[in-house]
Structure formats: C-alpha cells, structure tokens
C-alpha cells in the first residue's frame, strides 16, 4: 500500500462545498482517450474544458481509475503515468505511450469521481491575492485582511483555508518554499512568504488564499464536530504512519466517522501543526483529507526530529 501511495500527487482536498450530511456518490465512469495516438489522456484539464466529456461536479472529493474492461486499479498494473497526472484529484490520470517498457503500450484507463450532493453549508470564497513578493515578503495574511490592506476577509469565521502559487492547482505547501511560522497556510495566520528566508538565489513565488466560510445561517460548529485526536502509530518502525487508509482498515483504531470534511494534524505531547515541523512527508499524505499524514523516516533530513519522524496524532472534522 505504502508504495503506492508513493506516488499519489495528491494536493491536500479542497471540497469546494462542504455538505451538512457528508452525503456524496460517484460518477459513471469516464472514459474520454483511448492510447492508440500519443497517450490515453483522462485528465481534468481537458474534461474541464469539454473535450470528449465533463467533469460529473465542480468539486470532487475524491477519484478513482482502473483500466477499460478488465477493472484493475491504475495503480496496480505497473504501467507508469505522467507525473501531475498519477490518479490525482487535480489532475487526473495520463499514460503517455513513450513512456512505458519498451514495446509495451498504455492500457485504457477510465476515471471517475466522488461528488457532494447535499446542501452546502459552508462555501469556498474567491482567491485573495493581496500581495506581491516584489519588496521583502509575499503577505497573504490574515491580520492584514482584517484591517483591510489590499483586500478584505471574505468572512468573520472561516472553518478552513486553502493556499496556493497563484493561478495553478500547485498547492503552497507542495512548492518547497519556507513560510513564515504561524503563517504557514493556517486559518489562524494566513500565509507568509519572506524572500530572504528561501533559498539563496531564490525569491518568494506569489500566493494567492482562500478561505472556506460558513453559510449566513450556519456557524463552524454546525458544520461538522472535530474528533479526538488519533495517535494509532509511532515513529519507531518506518516512520509513522497516521494514515486514513489503515485507520479504514481497523489497524490501530478506527476512522471517526465515514465521509470526514476536514482534517489537522500535530505532533503529540507538543501540539506543533504538522505543516510547521518542516519534516518531509509522503506525497499526497501531508495532513490530506484523503490520505492522512504519513511520515517516513528515511525522508528526514535531519531537522526537528533529527533523522526520524516525530510522533503525530490526527483528528478529524465529520459531518453533523
Ligand atoms: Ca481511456
Ligand atoms: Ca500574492
Ligand atoms: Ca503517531
């Protein structure tokens, strides 16, 4: 599993609307490219965009791809796919002949995805790009917001915030950018890019936030209620692995609730948010509503748990 999960390039999810009852099915299948050209092509992009298909919803939760007939999860067919396009939500799943074993052609693949159908209760706002790194820093936080510099908070209590390089799907956590801490895409803080705290050479990328506000009848705590926090692994074997999958599986406890919307992570005994740690986690499983956190030792360099993962615990927002 975990070597699978290697490869996901999975942002973390981002529901565009989040549901009272968490109530959502999947699409029919989707099959829009077959591989007997370049590649078989069953990406976002073009289903956004109306070639040969739709997307079945603006706002997927998740995704799922196996090949035409035979039903094996893309995954598991050793055939290799396009980087951004690895059965992610974002983009999709893309097999590019050249690509594979000499000799050897991509399979067809079909997609299909997971999508919200009950009422929203809370609702992404458009991206806020105050700022831009051109001086010392790229400012997308909160206090400036709140005093109206250059924008304005789109609500009062945000339940959540999503954070990105500006005008992509890239996420700004997946840039390998430093943030400034306590604003490192927190809901408390913002985001906070300071150019003299990359790398040398390097300036800050501009970002763009958004912020997922509840409904004019509805407050955070009707939108769902945080579980407690799950610790089911540690550091001492591979790393450790606080990941949804095993927690589905009843490996070391249980999943809270079934169709979760939202999720935090933090290290035990200290409470730092995962995403300040500055450890490396897997892809795809960096505090992601879809995957949880999964932290491998090997992948550490050294920083605040020296070679090995700090111990992480988990919790889940599920719906009302
Ligand atoms: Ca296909
Ligand atoms: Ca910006
Ligand atoms: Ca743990």
Known sequence: MYMYVGVFVLFILSLEN?????AASWSSWIDRDNPSGNEDSEDRENLEKGLGGGMPCQNPAEIECRTVGTHIPALETGQVFRKDAVCSLEGGLVCVNNEQRPGSQCLD????????MATPTASWSSWIDRDDPSGTA??????????GLGGGMPCQNPVDIDCRKVGTHIHALRT?????????????????CVNNEQRPGSHCLDYEIRF???????TASS??????????????GSGDWED????ENGMGGGMPCKNPIGIECRTVGSHTPASETHQVFMPGAECSLARGLMCQNSDQRGGAGGFWCLDYEVRYLCPK
Do not use: H, N
């Open 212 to 218: 997922l506000c509840p409904m004019a009848t509805s």
């Open 176 to 192: 390998g950018q430093v943030f400034k801490k306590g604003a490192v895409c927190s809901l408390e803080g913002g985001l906070v």
């Open 244 to 247: 949804r999958w095993s927690l």
């Open 223 to 236: 939108v769902g209620s945080w579980s407690s926090w799950i610790d089911r692994d540690d550091a001492s």
């Open 138 to 147: 790229d400012k997308e936080d909160r206090e400036s917001l709140e005093k």
């Open 18 to 22: 989040i549901s009272a009852s968490g």
């Open 109 to 116: 693949y079909e997609i299909r995805f997971l999508c919200s």
